[in-house]
C-alpha cells in the first residue's frame, strides 16, 4: 500500500536487472539525491509509461453514472433489509460517482437522509435533505423530504422550524395537486401525527443536541514548549552524533501527562484494500467499505454523510469546507492523477502532497536559512523567492549535511534554535539514502519521473484549455512555473524519508457483529503521515509514552513516570510485548536501519535464553514447562520426556486453525457450534501450553464473546477475567491492551446488571485508559456513561443497592 503496486514493482526491478552494468553503478554510486534522480528519470521509456497507464486503468477514479445507479440499487436493497447503516455507505458511494446538481445526485441524497433517519443520526440528516435540495430534487418527491425534514426537527427539540416546515408542506400542497389521492391521504395522516409531536414538545423547553464530542481543541499542553511548538515545556531539545535529534525530560513527568499535541504536516487517507478492477470478473464495482468510505479525504474525521470532490469518485470529505481547503492546497492537482497514485502508492502520494502544501509557506523564511547554510558551504543562492528553486540548493547528501552543525546547532531549527513544525523541519528529516539498496532508489526515481511527467501533461493541459474552471486554472498555475527536475528531486527525498519517519495514523475500529453485545475493537491504520515534531522520539521496544490520533492530531502522553533528564521514547512498532528480541531487531535493522539498544533488548542480548518464558510449551505428562532450543526437554523433577521443537510449533498452527474455525462460527451467529469448538480448544491448549501464552488467552477471549452473544454474562465474565489474567502478563497491569479488556469487561458486569463488580472495573478501565488517551477517548466516554446509568439506578428508592 506504502509502495507501488506488486505488478509495477516487478516490471521495474525487471527492468533494474536489465541495464547495462555501467549504468547501474552510475545510479548505484550517484552522491546526491540529484544526481540519482538525473540518472534515472530518462530511462523511463514511453513504453514503460503505457504498462503504468493499464495499470492505473484498472481503478475506478472517475465519475460513472452507471455505478451511481448501482449503488443506488444495492443501497434500497440494504434500506428495504433495514441495515441503514450498510445502506448509508452504499448511497454515499453512489453519490460520489453521480454528476454535481443532476437529478441523480440530489435522489442520492434524499435517499441517504432516509438511512441517516432511522439510524437517528438527525442533524446529518438535515444536512443532506438540504444537499438533495440544492441538487434539484424533483419537485414531484419534495412532500416527503420535508415531511422528514419536520420529523428531524421535532425530535431535536426546535419546534418552531417545524412547524414553519410543516406550513411550507400545506402551502405546497394547496398550489399543486401533483399526488395521488392515496398519496395524498398517507402524506394527510403523517402530517398530523408530526401536528401532535410538535404540539407535545412545544410545551418543553427547546433542547439543543448534546454535543457528541468534547471539543478535542480545549484541550491542551499545559505549557506550550519555547523552542518546539506542539510539545510540553517538560521536554527539551538535544543532539548527538551517535543517537541524532532527541528528546529528553526537563522535570519529572507523571504517567499520563501531555508532552506533544501535533497536527500532521501531511496526510494522505489510507485508501485500504481497493483492488484494481479486473476485467471479466462478475461485478464490475466493489460493494466493500473502505476507509475512504468512512473518514474525511482531508480531516480523517469518521463522517456517515460525506460529500464527494466534483471532480472525482475517490475524494470524499466531511463537509464544503474541508473539500474547500483540499482543493485549494492540494486536491485541484491531484484530482485528476487519483488512478496514478493509487498504482504508485502511498509514499509517492505523500510526497507529493508534502512539496505542493510547500507553495503555502512563508517563503522568505526558509530562504534566509537556506542562505546561511548555503553561504558556509560556499554556494551562491540566486534570488529566486520559487520553493522550488530552494529546494534544488538543499539537495545535498547526507555527508555535506553533518558540516551544517556548525552553523545551527540543531537541523531543522531556525537561527534562534527554534524547531518549526514547517516545510523545512519536513526537509530535514533524514533519507538515509545511503542505506537504501540500489533497486529500491531506482523504483522511487523511476516512479517519481511518471509522475512528473503526468504532472507536466495536467498541469499543459490545465494552462492551454479554457474548459477548465477558472479555480482549477488559478490553482495548477504554479505547478507550471516550478521546474520539474527539482520538484521530482524534492519528491523523491520525500519517498525515501518515508521509510523512516512515516506515522501510521491509526484509529480503534469496533468489530464483530451487530448482535454482539460487547464490542471488541481492533487499531486499524486510517492514513500515513509526517510529523516533524513526534519525529524528533527516538525508538524504545518498551517506550515510556503512549501515542493516540485524534483525526489528524497526533498526542503523545507518558505512560509511565518519567525522571528528569530521562529521554522520552516512543515505539516504531516493533514493541518488547508483541516480537521476540530477534525479530524486532531484524525489523528496526531492515527499515529504520539501526541497531536497537534499549534496555529490553539490552537485557535480551545479555542473556539470551532466560528460561522459557511466556510462550512456552509444557510437558503433557508432569505438566512442567519444556526448555530447551530445537529439542525440548522436561524440567519436572522425575521426568524424562523431550520433544523436538517442530512438532510442537504445527500442533499450535493447528491449534490456531481451530480457533479461527470457530471465530468464523461466531461471526456467522453460529453460537453453540462456536462454544463447542473452542472449549476443544482450550484443553487441547492446556494440555501443551504454558497457562500465560497468548493462544490461551485468545481462547478465553473467544469464549468470553460467544457467551456475551448468547446472553450468558456471568460465563462471559468468568473466561474475560481469565484472558484478562494473561494479557496482564504479556503487556502489563497499566498497558493500553489492559485497558481495552478491562473496557469489555466492564460493558459485561454492566449487560449482566452485577452493579458493583461493574463499577469497580470501569473505574479501573477509565484509569488505565486516561494515561493512554485522556479524556475525549470514545471507550472513556461510554465508561462514564455506563457508570452514571448505574449509579442512577442505586439511587432509585427501592432500585437494587450496592
Ligand atoms: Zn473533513
Ligand atoms: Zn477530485
Ligand atoms: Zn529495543
Ligand atoms: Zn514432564
Same mark, same amino acid.
Given at each position: 500500500?506504502?509502495?507501488?503496486?506488486?505488478?509495477?514493482?516487478?516490471?521495474?526491478?525487471?527492468?533494474?536487472?536489465?541495464?547495462?552494468?555501467?549504468?547501474?553503478?552510475?545510479?548505484?554510486?550517484?552522491?546526491?539525491?540529484?544526481?540519482?534522480?538525473?540518472?534515472?528519470?530518462?530511462?523511463?521509456?514511453?513504453?514503460?509509461?503505457?504498462?503504468?497507464?493499464?495499470?492505473?486503468?484498472?481503478?475506478?477514479?472517475?465519475?460513472?453514472?452507471?455505478?451511481?445507479?448501482?449503488?443506488?440499487?444495492?443501497?434500497?436493497?440494504?434500506?428495504?433489509?433495514?441495515?441503514?447503516?450498510?445502506?448509508?455507505?452504499?448511497?454515499?458511494?453512489?453519490?460520489?460517482?453521480?454528476?454535481?446538481?443532476?437529478?441523480?445526485?440530489?435522489?442520492?441524497?434524499?435517499?441517504?437522509?432516509?438511512?441517516?433517519?432511522?439510524?437517528?443520526?438527525?442533524?446529518?440528516?438535515?444536512?443532506?435533505?438540504?444537499?438533495?435540495?440544492?441538487?434539484?430534487?424533483?419537485?414531484?418527491?419534495? #412532500?416527503?423530504? =420535508? *415531511?422528514? /425534514?419536520?420529523?428531524?426537527? !421535532?425530535?431535536?427539540?426546535? %419546534?418552531? +422550524?417545524?412547524?414553519?416546515?410543516?406550513?411550507?408542506?400545506?402551502?405546497?400542497?394547496?398550489?399543486?395537486?401533483?399526488?395521488?389521492?392515496?398519496?395524498?391521504?398517507?402524506?394527510?395522516?403523517?402530517?398530523?401525527?408530526?401536528?401532535?409531536?410538535?404540539?407535545?414538545?412545544?410545551?418543553?423547553?427547546?433542547?439543543?443536541?448534546?454535543?457528541?464530542?468534547?471539543?478535542?481543541?480545549?484541550?491542551?499542553?499545559?505549557?506550550?514548549?519555547?523552542?518546539?511548538?506542539?510539545?510540553?515545556?517538560?521536554?527539551?531539545?538535544?543532539?548527538?552524533?551517535?543517537?541524532?535529534?532527541?528528546?529528553?525530560?526537563?522535570?519529572?513527568?507523571? #504517567?499520563?501527562? =501531555? *508532552?506533544? /499535541?501535533?497536527?500532521?504536516? !501531511?496526510?494522505?487517507?489510507? %485508501?485500504? +484494500?481497493?483492488?484494481?478492477?479486473?476485467?471479466?470478473?462478475?461485478?464490475?464495482?466493489?460493494?466493500?467499505?473502505?476507509?475512504?468510505?468512512?473518514?474525511?479525504?482531508?480531516?480523517?474525521?469518521?463522517?456517515?454523510?460525506?460529500?464527494?470532490?466534483?471532480?472525482?469518485?475517490?475524494?470524499?470529505?466531511?463537509?464544503?469546507?474541508?473539500?474547500?481547503?483540499?482543493?485549494?492546497?492540494?486536491?485541484?492537482?491531484?484530482?485528476?492523477?487519483?488512478?496514478?497514485?493509487?498504482?504508485?502508492?502511498?509514499?509517492?502520494?505523500?510526497?507529493?502532497?508534502?512539496?505542493?502544501?510547500?507553495?503555502?509557506?512563508?517563503?522568505?523564511?526558509?530562504?534566509?536559512? =537556506?542562505?546561511?547554510?548555503?553561504?558556509?558551504?560556499?554556494?551562491?543562492?540566486?534570488?529566486?523567492?520559487?520553493?522550488?528553486?530552494?529546494?534544488?540548493?538543499?539537495?545535498?547528501?547526507?555527508?555535506?549535511?553533518?558540516?551544517?552543525?556548525?552553523?545551527?546547532?540543531?537541523?531543522?531549527?531556525?537561527?534562534?534554535?527554534?524547531?518549526?513544525?514547517?516545510?523545512?523541519?519536513?526537509?530535514?528529516?533524514?533519507?538515509?539514502?545511503?542505506?537504501?539498496?540500489?533497486?529500491?532508489?531506482?523504483?522511487?526515481?523511476?516512479?517519481?519521473?511518471?509522475?512528473?511527467?503526468?504532472?507536466?501533461?495536467?498541469?499543459?493541459?490545465?494552462?492551454?484549455?479554457?474548459?477548465?474552471?477558472?479555480?482549477?486554472?488559478?490553482?495548477?498555475?504554479?505547478?507550471?512555473?516550478?521546474?520539474?527536475?527539482?520538484?521530482?528531486?524534492?519528491?523523491?527525498?520525500?519517498?525515501?524519508?518515508?521509510?523512516?519517519?512515516?506515522?501510521?495514523?491509526?484509529?480503534?475500529?469496533?468489530?464483530?457483529?451487530?448482535?454482539?453485545?460487547?464490542?471488541?475493537?481492533?487499531?486499524?491504520?486510517?492514513?500515513?503521515?509526517?510529523?516533524?515534531?513526534?519525529?524528533?522520539?527516538?525508538?524504545?521496544?518498551?517506550?515510556?509514552?503512549?501515542?493516540?490520533?485524534?483525526?489528524?492530531?497526533?498526542?503523545?502522553?507518558?505512560?509511565?513516570?518519567?525522571?528528569?533528564?530521562?529521554?522520552?521514547?516512543?515505539?516504531?512498532?516493533?514493541?518488547?510485548?508483541?516480537?521476540?528480541?530477534?525479530?524486532?531487531?531484524?525489523?528496526?535493522?531492515?527499515?529504520?536501519?539501526?541497531?536497537?539498544?534499549?534496555?529490553?533488548?539490552?537485557?535480551?542480548?545479555?542473556?539470551?535464553?532466560?528460561?522459557?518464558?511466556?510462550?512456552?510449551?509444557?510437558?503433557?505428562?508432569?505438566?512442567?514447562?519444556?526448555?530447551?532450543?530445537?529439542?525440548?526437554?522436561?524440567?519436572?523433577?522425575?521426568?524424562?520426556?523431550?520433544?523436538?521443537?517442530?512438532?510442537?510449533?504445527?500442533?499450535?498452527?493447528?491449534?490456531?486453525?481451530?480457533?479461527?474455525?470457530?471465530?468464523?462460527?461466531?461471526?456467522?451467529?453460529?453460537?453453540?457450534?462456536?462454544?463447542?469448538?473452542?472449549?476443544?480448544?482450550?484443553?487441547?491448549?492446556?494440555?501443551?501450553?504454558?497457562?500465560?501464552?497468548?493462544?490461551?488467552?485468545?481462547?478465553?477471549?473467544?469464549?468470553?464473546?460467544?457467551?456475551?452473544?448468547?446472553?450468558?454474562?456471568?460465563?462471559?465474565?468468568?473466561?474475560?477475567?481469565?484472558?484478562?489474567?494473561?494479557?496482564?502478563?504479556?503487556?502489563?497491569?497499566?498497558?493500553?491492551?489492559?485497558?481495552?479488556?478491562?473496557?469489555?469487561?466492564?460493558?459485561?458486569?454492566?449487560?449482566?446488571?452485577?452493579?458493583?463488580?461493574?463499577?469497580?472495573?470501569?473505574?479501573?478501565?477509565?484509569?488505565?485508559?486516561?494515561?493512554?488517551?485522556?479524556?475525549?477517548?470514545?471507550?472513556?466516554?461510554?465508561?462514564?456513561?455506563?457508570?452514571?446509568?448505574?449509579?442512577?439506578?442505586?439511587?432509585?428508592?427501592?432500585?437494587?443497592?450496592?
Amino acid at each position: 500500500m506504502d509502495l507501488p503496486v506488486d505488478e509495477w514493482k516487478s516490471y521495474i526491478l525487471q527492468k533494474w536487472s536489465l541495464l547495462p552494468k555501467s549504468i547501474q553503478v552510475t545510479i548505484s554510486t550517484a552522491k546526491t539525491l540529484n544526481d540519482l534522480f538525473l540518472h534515472s528519470s530518462p530511462l523511463l521509456q514511453p513504453e514503460d509509461e503505457m504498462f503504468l497507464k493499464r495499470l492505473s486503468g484498472g481503478y475506478l477514479v472517475g465519475k460513472d453514472p452507471d455505478a451511481s445507479l448501482f449503488y443506488r440499487e444495492k443501497g434500497n436493497k440494504k434500506f428495504r433489509e433495514k441495515d441503514y447503516m450498510g445502506a448509508t455507505v452504499l448511497y454515499s458511494k453512489a453519490v460520489s460517482h453521480s454528476g454535481p446538481s443532476s437529478t441523480d445526485m440530489s435522489l442520492c441524497y434524499a435517499n441517504r437522509s432516509a438511512a441517516l433517519f432511522h439510524l437517528g443520526q438527525y442533524e446529518t440528516c438535515l444536512k443532506d435533505i438540504v444537499r438533495a435540495q440544492t441538487h434539484g430534487y424533483p419537485e414531484r418527491l419534495q #412532500p416527503k423530504l =420535508l *415531511l422528514r /425534514k419536520a420529523e428531524c426537527l !421535532v425530535t431535536l427539540g426546535r %419546534p418552531q +422550524e417545524a412547524s414553519q416546515t410543516i406550513s411550507d408542506l400545506e402551502s405546497n400542497f394547496a398550489a399543486k395537486a401533483t399526488l395521488s389521492a392515496s398519496q395524498f391521504q398517507i402524506l394527510q395522516r403523517t402530517l398530523c401525527r408530526v401536528k401532535v409531536k410538535v404540539q407535545e414538545k412545544e410545551n418543553l423547553p427547546e433542547i439543543f443536541p448534546e454535543a457528541l464530542t468534547k471539543t478535542f481543541e480545549g484541550v491542551d499542553l499545559r505549557e506550550e514548549n519555547e523552542q518546539i511548538p506542539s510539545a510540553s515545556s517538560s521536554v527539551s531539545l538535544h543532539i548527538d552524533p551517535l543517537k541524532g535529534r532527541y528528546l529528553v525530560a526537563t522535570k519529572d513527568i507523571l #504517567p499520563g501527562e =501531555l *508532552l506533544v /499535541k501535533e497536527d500532521a504536516f !501531511v496526510s494522505v487517507l489510507n %485508501p485500504g +484494500e481497493m483492488p484494481p478492477r479486473r476485467h471479466g470478473l462478475e461485478s464490475k464495482w466493489d460493494i466493500q467499505v473502505t476507509n475512504g468510505d468512512l473518514h474525511c479525504h482531508r480531516c480523517l474525521r469518521r463522517t456517515l454523510a460525506p460529500v464527494p470532490c466534483d471532480g472525482c469518485s475517490y475524494a470524499k470529505y466531511c463537509s464544503q469546507a474541508c473539500m474547500q481547503q483540499a482543493w485549494d492546497r492540494y486536491h485541484s492537482v491531484e484530482c485528476s492523477l487519483g488512478a496514478l497514485l493509487l498504482t504508485l502508492g502511498v509514499f509517492c502520494h505523500v510526497a507529493l502532497r508534502s512539496t505542493l502544501l510547500a507553495r503555502f509557506e512563508d517563503v522568505d523564511k526558509v530562504i534566509k536559512k =537556506l542562505c546561511g547554510e548555503m553561504s558556509n558551504q560556499g554556494i551562491c543562492l540566486p534570488e529566486s523567492r520559487d520553493p522550488a528553486q530552494i529546494l534544488k540548493y538543499d539537495l545535498r547528501g547526507e555527508g555535506e549535511k553533518k558540516d551544517k552543525a556548525v552553523e545551527t546547532p540543531i537541523p531543522g531549527c531556525d537561527i534562534n534554535g527554534k524547531y518549526e513544525r514547517n516545510y523545512n523541519a519536513v526537509f530535514h528529516l533524514l533519507p538515509h539514502t545511503e542505506n537504501h539498496s540500489p533497486e529500491h532508489k531506482f523504483l522511487c526515481a523511476v516512479s517519481v519521473s511518471a509522475l512528473c511527467r503526468q504532472l507536466e501533461a495536467a498541469s499543459l493541459q490545465a494552462f492551454t484549455t479554457d474548459l477548465q474552471p477558472t479555480k482549477l486554472k488559478a490553482a495548477e498555475t504554479p505547478v507550471l512555473c516550478a521546474e520539474l527536475n527539482v520538484w521530482g528531486v524534492a519528491m523523491l527525498r520525500h519517498m525515501l524519508q518515508l521509510q523512516c519517519n512515516a506515522q501510521a495514523i491509526t484509529t480503534i475500529q469496533q468489530t464483530g457483529s451487530k448482535e454482539n453485545l460487547i464490542t471488541d475493537t481492533q487499531q486499524v491504520r486510517l492514513a500515513t503521515a509526517l510529523f516533524p515534531v513526534v519525529s524528533l522520539l527516538n525508538h524504545s521496544c518498551s517506550p515510556n509514552t503512549s501515542m493516540s490520533f485524534f483525526g489528524t492530531i497526533a498526542t503523545i502522553r507518558a505512560s509511565q513516570l518519567i525522571r528528569r533528564g530521562q529521554e522520552i521514547f516512543h515505539c516504531y512498532g516493533p514493541h518488547e510485548s508483541r516480537m521476540g528480541v530477534a525479530e524486532r531487531r531484524q525489523k528496526l535493522r531492515s527499515q529504520y536501519f539501526f541497531d536497537c539498544n534499549c534496555p529490553p533488548c539490552e537485557r535480551e542480548r545479555q542473556k539470551p535464553s532466560a528460561g522459557p518464558g511466556r510462550e512456552a510449551f509444557r510437558c503433557h505428562r508432569c505438566r512442567a514447562l519444556l526448555q530447551g532450543d530445537d529439542v525440548l526437554s522436561c524440567g519436572g523433577p522425575a521426568c524424562t520426556e523431550s520433544l523436538g521443537r517442530g512438532l510442537l510449533v504445527s500442533r499450535l498452527q493447528d491449534l490456531q486453525r481451530q480457533v479461527g474455525a470457530a471465530q468464523k462460527r461466531l461471526r456467522n451467529g453460529r453460537l453453540e457450534l462456536a462454544i463447542q469448538l473452542l472449549l476443544g480448544c482450550q484443553s487441547d491448549a492446556e494440555s501443551f501450553l504454558s497457562a500465560d501464552h497468548s493462544m490461551v488467552g485468545e481462547i478465553e477471549d473467544t469464549l468470553a464473546q460467544a457467551y456475551a452473544a448468547l446472553g450468558d454474562w456471568e460465563k462471559s465474565a468468568t473466561h474475560l477475567q481469565e484472558s484478562l489474567r494473561v494479557v496482564e502478563v504479556h503487556h502489563g497491569p497499566s498497558s493500553v491492551e489492559m485497558g481495552h479488556e478491562l473496557f469489555k469487561l466492564a460493558q459485561v458486569f454492566f449487560n449482566g446488571c452485577a452493579i458493583p463488580e461493574a463499577l469497580n472495573t470501569i473505574q479501573k478501565a477509565e484509569k488505565v485508559l486516561l494515561v493512554h488517551y485522556g479524556p475525549w477517548n470514545d471507550e472513556i466516554r461510554e465508561l462514564q456513561k455506563m457508570k452514571s446509568c448505574l449509579l442512577d439506578l442505586l439511587s432509585i428508592p427501592g432500585g437494587p443497592k450496592e
